[in-house]
Structure formats: structure tokens, C-alpha cells
């Protein structure tokens, strides 16, 4: 009928408004994937929280780091390289926000919204993983690291690939201590689910010298000519920064060698607070780096408030600042480069299960944090730190440049040993690798985090040195 | 000049060629069939899918050899989409409860007697005009019964349970099908104001006995029916709004007054925050509907099938998983194109009771498929109303076809042959 076909139109505004739901629907469904196929309640996933079907992981060699068997995932054989490769592999549970069981749940299970998990069901499992990581690498680091809490980082400063992620304390994830994690009361699992590496952050120390050494080259033209007169401290107004001995009369490059406290206090606030801020403004303070489908935890420098004493200890790396240790091995990386270094990436190749394999190019290059003089002047210091101060003996072989840092992080006496921090390069060209160390509550950067750097340096020379 | 307008009506009305259409529906559901059969789980019986799927199968063509063959019908657009949308709800109730299957068919088959015998009531619209006091009347009685003999099941008072469970009826979904009738019918014949109220009374009553029955969901899908066939009769958009309005304030008041009403939707846009009491269900649904990816996992592949009441109240979620979402988009479009016939349709209906009731028993199928779909995907508050054809259900399916039959009359020739219309 006419009159009623005339009025037809608020049928068609409820077919639009229907379509219109459907479009939302189809929305939210496809934006929202990814998140919710990974559920862990995702049954063609997870057998009761855990993840079950999912590709292998490899290391950089080959050797099997998790793979699914008969339905339930199974790990390395030897309890050590479990162990040691617990934080970059991640756990199946979840727990390691950062791992590739996690972080990488999606491609370890083929999941996408064209197939669903169809893939998953014919196969079995999704794509596999090959790391850019050594496992053996891994467990010597791990073990290097004694009895301490603490991690280690390597990564190669002109590919971008990491060949070496430890953080301690780990745990064997074919048996798992459940008990004693969940019942800790002593601290020897503080902070076991996170992989320190990436997500930890620490007062920097000593290392921190190496940032403000960056920051007096682009902006005290006369730093070179310099002297300073340490006499155990440096004081200011009523107050002083202490240094651990007296230095006497040195240069510039004497006082990043032997870590003069008061030198650098005084270079510091001669900077100011501007010019120190700019500096780690343009090293990536305060920005979130990614590696991979990580997100780093920020560094943070900030002295708006910080009274001229604060200026001085913010220069030699207390004060509130904060380093993350991926982020510390970076910046040296690029001063091995040159001013700039490739992203670090931890994903060799992924293979489909269909066989095909997708090769990761590299890292792409990060924005310069150095200018290229200003790299070569550093990468002389910080090779005449191991040169002419730690002793070429201690790094036998490597020509390593590098800076040791000793993190006081309790104020009163007789309270928490300070973290010991090396972070630094070999500068052989058939070797650019970097390291970075940190020792929680280990003492000094020089005695125990230096030796750890060491033997992991030696052990990464044997297995990627030219 | 009347040749051209002769030739546009018949280019509008040349219906489609059903032929194909119903080889490729039969070829999808063949499919489906042996899907069931090979990912079997051990309790399905092959012969248990042959005979399910054979009888469905040979329903259809027996259908259309009778109507298109002997009775010269021509167009069957209605009909694809319905044994369309049937077949997919025949398909998961047989993977899910193979022991179901059988009743599902029933179901079926019943559907097709209350389709045919909806048509023939339709045919002489005299019969229309002197059968509407009675359904009403009936209709009344039906939820009035209900209301004080009915089981509670899943919340909703709306279950009639006979014989110890062997038989259980949900007289709100038959009663679907007597609304929409008696409301194009009263229009027919009114145009007395009396008419309209008696209407009106007969309406509100019914939603408001289907709210004393905590059943929501349906009371909405009334509503929505109610206002459409208020509006198409009155065409006056402002009686809609204070309708609309009104509805509204009373639904504030209630959840107001009635506060166990709204605990009945405290996880509405939070269902991720109850995964694991009261948004279970949907949670399961979200997750799975996007395992199934566009393609689906194939027919007992899924595994929202596990999940409670699965082939009812998650009906779409089991579409996306085992199907795809392609598929489901297709399913939604079918709600969509049942509106659109309706309103194309219209034009050249005999009486404004083909096209009211038409239009207001489609409208009623695409609100019930919303209040379905946006519900259990936490667009919208969850009703737990079911998916007209896709859910299993005795009660539901008869309605959905009962249903099919109002839409279907609007058509002129279902009841007169092609052949004639165009000779003259």
C-alpha cells in the first residue's frame, strides 16, 4: 500500500542502525583479536592456563629451547640452559609479561584473524621462533653471576642482535618451585617473574660518568684543557660530594679513568640543570624504547628540582636517577657506532608451519644519540678507562672499552651493598659486541661486575669472534 | 504507457531463479553433514546424521517440487533464507547433541505445518478479521498460564513443562506470531479509536506479563514490534517518541525500584571483569568467535560447544567459530534482506494488513537477532534471547516459521498463480 511504503523509511533507519551494529560488531571483533584468541580460558591454546599447543623456540645455534610434545610444552634438556634462557623464552603461564611465550603467543601459535586458529588445529602448532640468542652464552653469563641477583645483556652494536639475556634470580621451568616462590620470605625470588633486563631499572653509578662526559664534550669547549684538584670531595655551600679517594690534579680524561667524583660533580654543575637534561633527552630518558614487541622500562633523569649538591650527585649517577640496563648497553653501542646503533632485536627467523621462513633484516637504525665526533672522543676515553686504568689483562684479547659503576643505593652505613655495574665494547671489528653487567648489592663495578663481564665477553669471543 | 508501467512491475516482482539457490543451499548443508561425520566425537551414530540431514534435505525439495512444480508459485526468496538459517541450526544442534537431533527435526517439521497453516489462515482475509479476537483471547490465556503454572529456567518464568520434562514449551515464542497477527488484523478492520485501544491494552499487557516473567528480552522484542506497528499504521512519528519516551522512564523506574532487575545487568561493558562467574558465557564467546577466524574451524572443531547452553543463548558465537565470521556476517545480512522484501513488497500489497504484518514480523525477526547478537557480544545489555532459526528450540523454531508466513503472505502470488498476474 502506498501510505505504508511512504512510511517505510523508519524500516530503512532500522536496517541502518542494524548494519551500523554489525559494523561495530565486526569492529571490536577485529581490533580485539589478538588480546582475546590469547586469553589464557582460549582452550585451543591453553590446557588449564597453560600454554600447550605452540611452535618451538630455538637459540641462535639450534638447540630446542621449548617446543610442544604430545600436547604439552617441554624445555631444553639441560637444567642450566632452562634456567638460565627462563626470562627471554618466558613461562607458559604468563607470569614473564616479557617472554616469547608471551610476548610472542601469537606468532608461537600461528594465531591471526584471517585463519583463526585453524592452523593451530591442523598443525598442531603456530610458527616457530629462532632466537638471535646463545643459550650457552646465557648459562655462562648466569653463572658468572655467583650467588647475586642481577642481570646481563649482550647484543651485537652494528646488527642490532642480542645474544645474550640473563636476569637472576630464574628458576628450572620444567620444575617449577611454586612453593617457595609463592612463600618467599627471605628475598631470594624478589622480582623472579621479571626479566630484568629489559623491564628492571637501577641507579646508574659511575656509569652515568659516560652521559655527562657527553654532555661537557658538546658543551665545555675547554673540558680538554681542563684540570682538576679532587681532595676527597667536592664541596658546595655547606654540603659535599664525596669522592672515594683523592685524586689530586687530573685531566678530564684521568678523571673518567679513575671515576673522580668530585671532577664530575664539579663538570655537572658547571653544566647546569639544562644542558645535563638536554643531554639525556637526546639518549632517550624519559622515552619508552621498544625491542621487538617489548617495551623497555623507561630511564629517568630529572633534576628540575634538585638543589646544586643534588646537580653534583645527579653527575655521577645518583640522585633519583634511573637506568634501564638494555637502555645503558644501547648508549654504548652507539658510541661503538659512531653516534648510532641499530634497534636490538631477539628474533633470528620465523618459520610457518608450512615451512616458510621469514628472516629478521636487522634492527632498524635508531635516531643518532651522538654526534660522531663526540662518539670518537668518547670511545677513546672509554678505551683508555680499560687501557690505561682496569688493565688490558683484565679483557684479555677483546680491546674493550668500557666504564665500571659502583651504585651506592642505601644512604646510611653498614645498609645494602651498592650494585656493581660494567658496562662497555669490544672495539674489534670482527667482534662489535656489547656488554652490559649489573651486580645487585654485588660491592664494586670494578672487582666483581668487571670479572662477570669478562667471562661472558670471553665466552661470546669464542662463539661469535671472527 | 501501461505497457512500460506492466513491464516495470514485472521486472520489480521477477522473483529469483530458487533452482541454483536451493543446489547450493543443499550442497552447503551435504557438507556440513559429512563434517559432523568426520570430526565426529564417538557418540554420534553415523546413520543418526543420514537420516537427520536426508529428511531435512529431502523437506526442502519436496517443498519447492510442490510449490514451484504443482502449485506454480514463483518467487522463494523467504523460504531460501529461512531453510537456509534452519539448516545451519540443524547442523550444530546435531554436532552438539546428536541425541537432540531427532527433536530438532520434529521441531522442523512442525515449523513447516505452523509455516503452511499460517498461509492458508492468511489467504481469505475474512478468516483474518474473524480469527483475531479469538488468538488474542487465547494468546492472553497462553501467557497467563504461564505466569502462574510456569518452571523457572535460567532466571525467566517463561517455561510450560509438560509430562516430566518430556516435553517443554515456551508460550512466550508462540505467542510472537499471534501479536504481530492480531495487531496487522485489528488495523485492518479498525478505524475506530476503540480499535486502537483495545490494541494498545492487548500490547501492554502482554509486555508487561513477559516482565513479571523476568523475561526481558522478549518483552523488548514486543516493544520494538509494537512501536513499528503503531507507527506503519499511524505514520505519526510524535506518538512514537512518547511512546518511546514513556518506555523508557518506565524502564529507569523499574531498575530504580526493582534493583535485582539491574543486578541482572551489572556486567554489562564489563564482562572481561566477571570471566569467570557471571560474564563467563560471553567471555568464552568473544574468545572463540575470533579463534574461528574468517573461515571458521570447521563443523565440531569448536570449542564454545562446551560452554553452557551454547546452542541456545550463544547461537552466533558458535556460528563464528565453526562456521567463520563470513558466514555470520551472511546470517546477519539474511535479517536484513527479510526487512528489505518486506518493505519492497509492500507496495503492491493486497491490504494494509499483508504489509503491516509483514514488515512488523520481519522487524520482529531483526530485533530479536539484534537483542541476540549485540547482547551476548556485550554491545548491548545480554536479554539471552535466542537466534531466530540458528538456536535450538521446539517453541522458537515453530514461531520463526509461523513468522516466515506473515512475511511470505505480503506476496500476491503466493496466492495467485505468476502466469495470470501477467496475462492480466
Redesign the interface.
Known sequence: MKTLSRRAWVLYLLVLAFLAGVGILFYTFFTNADAWAMKRTNRHIYNKGNLSTAGSIYDESGAVLAETVDGSRSYNSSKDVRTATLHIVGDSQGYIATGIQTAYNDILTGYNIVDGVYDLKKYGKGSDIKLTVNADLCVTGYKALGKNKGTIGVYNYKTGAIVCVVSKPAYDIQNKPSESINNDKTGAYDGVYLNRFFSGVYTPGSTFKIITSASAIDNLPDIGTRSFNCTGEHKVGGDSIKCLSVHGNINFEQALNRSCNSAFAEIAIDLGKEKLTATTDALGFGKRFKVGKVSLAKSSFNISEASTVDVGWAGVGQHTTRVNPCHMMMIVGAIANGGSSPEPYFIKSVTSPTGNVSQTKGGNMLEPMFSQMTANRLDKMLRSNVKNYYGDGKFSGLEMCGKTGTAEVSSNEGGLSPHAWFVGYSQREDFPYAIVVVVENGGSGGSVALPVANKVMQKAESIFGG | MAEIKQKRKTRLRKPVNWFPLLMLITAFQVFCALQILLNSSEEIVPATIFIVFGSYVLIEWVYFIVFAGFLRRKSFEVELIAFFLTGIGLALTTSVYPDKAYTQLIAIILGLVVFNAVLWVLSDIDRVVKLRIPVAVLSLGALLFTLVFAKEINGARNWIVLGNGLLSIQTSELVKVAFVFVGAATLENLQSTKQLTKYIIFSVTIIGMLFVMKDFGTALIFFFTFV?IA??RS?DIKTIFLISAGALMGGIGVLTFKPYVARRFETYRHVWEF?DDKGYQQ??L????????????GLG?G?LR?VYAATEDLAFGMVC?EF??ITA?AV?LT??AL??Y??RY??A?R??FY??AA?AAS?LL??QA?LH??GV?D?LPWTGVTLPFISRGGSSMMCCWGLVALIKAIDVKTYKRYDKIIRG
Open positions: 513499528m507507527f506503519l505514520g570471566a567471555v568464552r568473544l574468545i572463540y568467535s575470533v579463534s574461528g577466524g574468517l573461515f571458521g574451524l572443531n570449542k562446551y567459530e567463520g565470521m556476517f546477519l535479517f536484513v526487512v528489505v518486506s518493505i509492500s507496495v500489497a491490504s494494509s504489509s503491516i514488515c522487524v531483526l530485533s539484534s547478537v549485540f557480544t554491545l
